[in-house]
């Protein structure tokens, strides 16, 4: 019985070891993550925007745009505004305008 009780404090001990690793690591890596959630999220919101706003071109057809390099963001538009909001699950969101003249401009996070 002495046998397996050690056993089972080895893979207690390397189960920590492990979770401790994951956490430091995510830690770690958080602030690449979000910068990288807000440009996915930036990126989707301004494609999308122009197709809709500058093509012309119905949600379905610029949803197939950007399902490839943001497919984790979920669009949302804002047509009263001309606008697009778009966000990466707790990572990042963007929001951007239509501005006759300048195009889709992406919102600083003080004007959102």
Request: net charge positive; aromatic share 10%; hydrophobic share 40%.
């Amino acid at each position: 019985m002495v046998r397996s009780e050690k056993k089972n404090d080895w893979a207690r001990w390397l189960l920590g070891a492990l979770l401790i690793g994951l956490l430091a690591y995510g830690w770690w890596h958080w602030s690449d993550w979000r910068r990288a959630g807000e440009t996915g999220a930036s990126y989707a919101a301004r494609l999308t925007c122009s197709c809709r706003y500058i093509g012309g071109r119905d949600a379905k057809s610029c949803a197939r745009d950007i399902r490839d390099d943001a497919w984790m963001a979920s669009v949302n538009e804002e047509p009263e505004e001309k606008a697009v909001r778009a966000s990466v699950p707790l990572l990042g969101s963007a929001r951007a305008v239509f501005r006759p003249g300048y195009g889709c401009l992406i919102e600083s996070p003080s004007q959102r």
